[in-house]
């Protein structure tokens, strides 16, 4: 990779589905996404002009809430901004990835439980069909998932591991670390590296990751903008 080329965790969105994602894209234009039961990712450019902003719109449909990290560019200035929170990015360097015995691979007719916890414990977005982006692990007590992780954006030789929780009576007995160590074997099985993103606010899981071998790469934020109300829902090519 040249100097110049950017690096896929830049923007890791546009490079998991113009790579190992792409049988996922949706795509108007130089815009892509994932499938709304997916993800609510969107691949936007990194400098998008005003014909992506038409295709974003089109593509998202009127009123939508649309994810814009990696953009350097405001919205248009009938955008409305809804959201903003600083973040970080956080890649393997030192990570004692480990399988786990008690650890259990979630499949479809666990994602009733999967929502059920996520509703619980707001890790961020888990929609009904996240689970096909990845890999994705969970303990059970007593026959309840009680703790999950498992992975997300897939750029090309990197796998972001998210969706981390624990259910509130089980914190503290480590079960989330153990889950990122598993999540974490099975991707540098595949000769992978692991990547995660927090909100900078998060300060104790920040400092949890970083105690697992995880350092910090770079600063990012997250931020929505709705589309306009009277914005027109177009035809959409996969």
Excluded: K
């Excluded at 969105?13 to 234009?29: I, K, Q, V």
């Excluded at 990194?46 to 814009?68: H, Q, S, T, Y």
């Excluded at 970083?210 to 770079?218: K, N, V």
């Amino acid at each position: 990779m040249s100097a110049s080329a950017p690096h896929p965790l830049d923007n890791p969105a546009l490079s998991s589905l113009t790579g190992p994602h792409a049988h996922f894209a949706e795509r108007r234009g130089r815009v892509l996404r994932y499938p709304v039961e997916v993800s609510p990712w969107m691949a936007l450019p990194d400098d998008p002009d005003a014909r992506d902003w038409e295709d974003i719109a089109a593509l998202a449909g009127a009123g939508a809430l649309v994810p814009l990290a990696a953009v350097r560019v405001p919205p248009p200035g009938e955008w409305e901004v809804e959201f903003h929170a600083e973040g970080v990015q956080l890649v393997d360097e030192s990570v004692a990835a480990a399988p786990d015995e008690e650890a259990v691979r979630l499949g479809p007719g666990d994602v009733p439980e999967m929502l059920a916890l996520v509703e619980r414990t707001r890790p961020g977005p888990f929609l009904p069909r996240t689970i096909e982006m990845g890999t994705y692990l969970g303990i059970r007590r007593d026959g309840a998932l009680v703790a999950m992780a498992g992975e997300r954006l897939h750029p090309p030789g990197w796998t972001e591991i998210s969706a981390v929780c624990t259910d509130d009576a089980y914190r503290g007995q480590g079960l989330a670390s153990r889950l990122v160590l598993a999540v974490a074997a099975g991707i540098r099985e595949r000769g992978e590296i692991p990547f995660m993103h927090a909100a900078a606010e998060n300060t104790n899981a920040i400092r949890l990751y970083e105690s697992l071998g995880f350092r910090l790469r770079r600063r990012t934020a997250f931020s929505a903008a709705r589309v306009p109300a009277q914005r027109r829902r177009e035809g959409v090519t996969a």
